[in-house]
Structure formats: structure tokens, C-alpha cells
Nanobody, 122 residues
Framework: QVQLVESGGGLVQAGGSLRLSCAASGLSFSYYTMGWFRQAPGKEREFVAAISRSDGRTPYADSVKGRFTISRDNAKNTVYLQMNSLKPEDTAVYYC???????????????WGQGTQVTVSS
């Protein structure tokens, strides 16, 4: 059974930083692209960042480029999202997900975590 478990969310002031983690089990982690998505109240789930399984591709949403960094540790089956210079508009539930392709579309991701809340106060 595939499990993706996010952690690291919380409340932070604007300009602050958080590091999200997503621990994976039940899948061959190193074979998958891993992605981060977020969903704010009343909005659709949107792509944040992804990291390919081996060739280093890391697409980012324009809204987070230069502020967020995705990375992975295949030995620990974990993907991270370092979030710096946080803004109130980054407030959302953040989800990690796995895919066999390096894509930004949520429907292409087949396994999802339960999400972790990130709240940025102004």
C-alpha cells in the first residue's frame, strides 16, 4: 500500500520560511517523479513544484520561482519543499504526490498524501 505522509506545515509570518517533508512508502520511490501541489479555500488544486526521478528536472510554478526549492533524498524515500520569503497568498494545504512522468497536471499524479496546512500571516 502506497503512503505519502507530509509534515512541516504550520503558521509563519510573511517573509518567513518553512520546510515541508513528504515520506513515501510502498512504492519504488526512486522511479517516480515527485510533486508538490497546494489548494487554498475555494480554489482549485494547483501545481507548485516537481522533481524528476533522475535527470534533475525541477519545474516550478511561476508564483514560487526563486522562493521555493524542491529536493529529494532517494535513500530516505523523502521529498522536501523549502519555502522562503513566504507570502500570505502562499496560504494553502500542501500535498505531495507521485507520478511516472515529469508533468504539472494533477490528474497525472496517481498517489497523494493527506496534506499539511501552511498559513502565512501578514
Amino acid at each position: 500500500q502506497v503512503q505519502l505522509v507530509e509534515s512541516g506545515g504550520g503558521l509563519v509570518q510573511a517573509g518567513g520560511s518553512l520546510r515541508l517533508s513528504c515520506a513515501a512508502s510502498g512504492l519504488s520511490f526512486s522511479y517516480y517523479t515527485m510533486g508538490w501541489f497546494r489548494q487554498a479555500p475555494g480554489k482549485e488544486r494547483e501545481f507548485v513544484a516537481a522533481i524528476s526521478r533522475s535527470d534533475g528536472r525541477t519545474p516550478y510554478a511561476d508564483s514560487v520561482k526563486g522562493r521555493f526549492t524542491i529536493s529529494r533524498d532517494n535513500a530516505k524515500n523523502t521529498v522536501y519543499l523549502q519555502m522562503n520569503s513566504l507570502k500570505p497568498e502562499d496560504t494553502a494545504v500542501y500535498y505531495c504526490a507521485s507520478s511516472l512522468a515529469v508533468v504539472t497536471t494533477p490528474r497525472a499524479y496517481d498517489h497523494w498524501g493527506q496534506g499539511t496546512q501552511v498559513t502565512v500571516s501578514s
